[in-house]
Each structure stands twice: as C-alpha cells, then as structure tokens.
T-cell receptor, first 112, second 114 residues
Framework: NAGVTQTPKFQVLKTGQSMTLQCAQDMNHNSMYWYRQDPGMGLRLIYYSASEGTTDKGEVPNGYNVSRLNKREFSLRLESAAPSQTSVYFC???????????FGPGTRLLVL | KNQVEQSPQSLIILEGKNCTLQCNYTVSPFSNLRWYKQDTGRGPVSLTIMTFSENTKSNGRYTATLDADTKQSSLHITASQLSDSASYICVVSAEGGSNYKLTFGKGTLLTVNP
C-alpha cells in the first residue's frame, strides 16, 4: 500500500498562475483533507471531504477550490496564485474524522 | 473558542535522556486526543490516539497520558534517540456528529543531540 500520495512534490508559480495539487489514497478511507502548514502557524485546514460527493470549507478556504473526484482522489486548485499561498500543503485521509489521519508527504509551493 | 496549547515550543536534550512534552486544551465536548510526530520535510505520523476513558497509552518508547478533568495531556519519550528529533503535534477532536471538529496545536520542536 502506498498510503497517501501527493503530486507534485515541489512547484514554483508566478503570481496569477493556476495549478492543481493532486492527492490519492489507497486505504479505502471515506474522509480526505487538505491542510497548509506555515512556520509558527501549525497545520490549518483548507477544505475537507467527509465522504465521496461532499466537500466543506475549513479554516482558510479563500483562494482555493477542491474536487472529490472519487473515493480515492481529492484535488486542490489554486485559480490565481498569490505570494501569500506560498506554503507546504498536506493531504490526509481517515476512515472518519474521529479516526487517525494519515498524511501524505506534502507539496512545497513557492509563489513569486 | 477551542484551543490547544503546547509547551515548550522547543526543547533540546542529550541522546539517552528522557523528556516530557505538554498539551493543554479547551476543546469541548471532548472526543479524543492524538499525538503526531513530524520529521523535517515529511508529513505527520500518528503516535497515539486516546479517548476519554484512557489515561495512558504507549507506543514503544512513547507514552501519552491524558487527564480529562484538567484537560491536560503529556507525551513522555524514554531513552531518546537521534531519530526522535522532530516536531510533536497535539490534536484534539470534539464530538459533533460527522462534522469536522479537530483543533491542532502548533507543536513542540524536539532536538536530540549526541
């Protein structure tokens, strides 16, 4: 089992460019999450999907959109990147939100 | 407002020594508390998850304690190793049906020196 995989591992964007971060899990989990992690801020939830077909906003959703493509895949899109979106992005999954979350390796995004 | 406070922010110890990390929370109603280890440049990995009825839970050299009355938890690391150098994150989950209700601490950065 690969667990949670994320692509790309690293990306540099110019202000105003768009991109999609991909996440997939092979643990048959219902719930999936997108977090961003900034120095001194800890992990902050951007969006989550409690089950296939549903998505909900987290603490910092502005500037992002998500798609729960199927049970395995949950993508995060930046429509018009801003320097404030420079961060490390983690995808995670769990059976339900009350259960242990399994995190991917992260995507390091730099917006110039 | 639900909050999770961790202390200390950072800690340096010598290899072989023990240490204890603290987590205080104001999350209500409480469901469970988790400790994660995050190595530099990697995603967090779960160490323990504890419910209201569990006072102590171990995972190898890691032992977590929970006092639900005082809303405090600690993570004790025994006979530290260089590989224990990481950030340790406390996460508290609140009851609430299917809605997401997780509160993350900012972590304690542990450095183990030879």
């Amino acid at each position: 089992n690969a667990g949670v995989t994320q692509t790309p591992k690293f990306q540099v964007l110019k202000t105003g460019q768009s991109m999609t971060l991909q996440c997939a899990q092979d643990m048959n989990h219902n719930s999936m999450y997108w977090y961003r992690q900034d120095p001194g801020m800890g992990l902050r939830l951007i969006y989550y999907s409690a089950s296939e077909g549903t998505t909900d906003k987290g603490e910092v959703p502005n500037g992002y959109n998500v798609s729960r493509l199927n049970k395995r895949e949950f993508s995060l899109r930046l429509e018009s990147a801003a320097p404030s979106q420079t961060s490390v992005y983690f995808c995670a999954s769990s059976g339900t939100y009350q259960e242990t979350q399994y995190f991917g390796p992260g995507t390091r995004l730099l917006v110039l | 407002k639900n909050q999770v406070e961790q202390s200390p922010q950072s800690l340096i110890i010598l290899e072989g020594k023990n240490c204890t990390l603290q987590c205080n929370y104001t999350v209500s109603p409480f469901s469970n508390l988790r400790w994660y280890k995050q190595d530099t440049g990697r995603g967090p990995v779960s160490l323990t998850i504890m419910t209201f009825s569990e006072n102590t839970k171990s995972n190898g050299r890691y032992t977590a304690t929970l006092d639900a009355d005082t809303k405090q938890s600690s993570l004790h690391i025994t006979a530290s190793q260089l590989s224990d150098s990481a950030s340790y994150i406390c996460v508290v989950s609140a009851e609430g049906g299917s809605n997401y209700k997780l509160t993350f601490g900012k972590g304690t950065l542990l450095t183990v020196n030879p």
